[in-house]
């Protein structure tokens, strides 16, 4: 039989072990959740402490503070989750089963059948509560991390269930939390195993969604959300490569905001970043799925064509200008700001030698005489 004082002190341990360690790499600013389970396993830790401590000390503190504190710790796992994912969570709903619970072991604290049950319902209904805001946003979770959590938190539930219905029927009798008996050791045995799981998962989840962001940002603009110039050199040249040997035609766009120094002087940088964000948004718009755009640097931007000749280059190159030019930009203050592009156009040759440097290099050029020639036009080379 395996002793049921031990095995609360065990959890006690591993617990707060675990809540020192996130709690020394979390970082507030980071908005992971890592911050908020630190908390929930130092509640946990401290729940477990004073179930342990049954007889020695008053029941209001180790019936009422410790079931207290066990379904805090599992509110603070639910608001730590929601803030990891971020997905839309009601403080209330996360901390009503804290509150029921005081009531619970206000109202029960005599008798132990009810407490135990009524307790079981609650952890079964907090579990409930984490796996459906997990569900929330599992989509677009990355990695593998996100199961473990889920294994461990469905695992709980069927073990709080299966404790509440051999209450319910009389299957199981419990005098004491510290009563030595199978049941209660194979209670705190599960429970220990997957709280180890799920947090072992929860940072598992933290370091795949890290790497995700790290993978985006390594091809993605953080201002405009387009690609960036790195992204763009690769795609170009597997495109030209796929153009030559399918003999496809291939076109590039330079586009520059004309007179953009003129907006930042005027309106400040912010403004200026606002007006980059929303001509990214009008490019986007305007592309098809097949197109890629990217932020090449500053205020110059490029647009790669597949399967598009010189002629339907300039068709799209000249709807993008008429389009900037008729959109309405703005300041933060609101102050319109007037804006055109001038836009460099080059169909991929059939010269070797034209390369993706050469294609750049060349629509670049295109570019330049669009602005000795006035700005606020196409011009191909």
């Not at 008798?111 to 319902?121: F, I, P, W, Y």
């Not at 520059?256 to 606002?274: A, E, M, P, T």
Request: aromatic content about 6%; proline content about 3%.
């Amino acid at each position: 039989m395996v002793h049921t004082p031990t095995l609360l002190l065990v959890n006690v341990l591993l617990m707060a072990t675990l809540a020192a360690c996130l709690g020394l790499v979390a970082q507030r600013a980071r908005h992971d959740g890592l911050l908020l389970w630190a908390g929930s396993l130092a509640a946990h830790s401290a729940a477990y402490l004073l179930f342990s401590l049954r007889g020695m000390v008053s029941d209001w503190l180790s019936i009422l503070l410790a079931n207290v504190l066990l379904a805090a710790s599992f509110a603070l796992m639910l608001e730590g989750l929601a803030q990891f994912q971020p997905a839309p969570l009601r403080r209330w709903y996360a901390w009503a089963p804290v509150v029921l619970a005081g009531l619970i072991f206000v109202l029960f604290l005599p008798d132990a059948r009810m407490r135990t049950l009524l307790g079981s319902v609650l952890i079964l209904l907090q579990l409930t509560q984490l796996i459906i805001q997990l569900r929330l946003r599992w989509a677009v979770t990355p990695g593998r991390g996100k199961h473990f959590v889920q294994i461990a938190f469905l695992a709980f539930a069927a073990m709080m269930a299966v404790r509440a219905l051999a209450l319910l029927l009389g299957w199981m009798q419990i005098t004491s939390i510290t009563d030595s008996s199978a049941a209660q050791a194979a209670t705190f045995l599960l429970a220990t195993v997957t709280m180890m799981l799920a947090n072992f998962g929860m940072v598992v989840m933290t370091k795949e969604q890290a790497d995700e962001r790290n993978r985006v940002l390594a091809m993605e603009d953080e201002l405009t959300g387009l690609h960036n110039r790195r992204y763009i050199q690769q795609t170009l040249a597997q495109h030209i490569a796929q153009a030559r040997r399918m003999q496809r035609p291939l076109s590039v766009l330079m586009l520059d905001i004309d007179h953009f120094k003129r907006v930042n002087d005027s309106h400040g940088h912010l403004s200026g970043d606002r007006v980059l964000k929303d001509l990214a948004r009008c490019v986007r718009e305007r592309l098809r799925a097949q197109d890629i755009a990217g932020r090449w640097g500053g205020e110059e931007f490029i647009i790669i064509l597949p399967d598009t000749d010189a002629a339907g280059a300039q068709v799209l190159a000249e709807k993008l200008r008429v389009a900037v030019e008729r959109m309405r930009f703005s300041a933060l203050d609101g102050q319109p700001i007037p804006l055109t592009v001038s836009v460099g156009l080059h169909q991929l040759s059939a010269a070797y030698e034209d390369d993706r440097d050469d294609m750049v290099g060349v629509a670049d050029r295109a570019l330049y005489r669009a602005k000795e020639k006035g700005r606020n036009r196409v011009e191909q080379l």
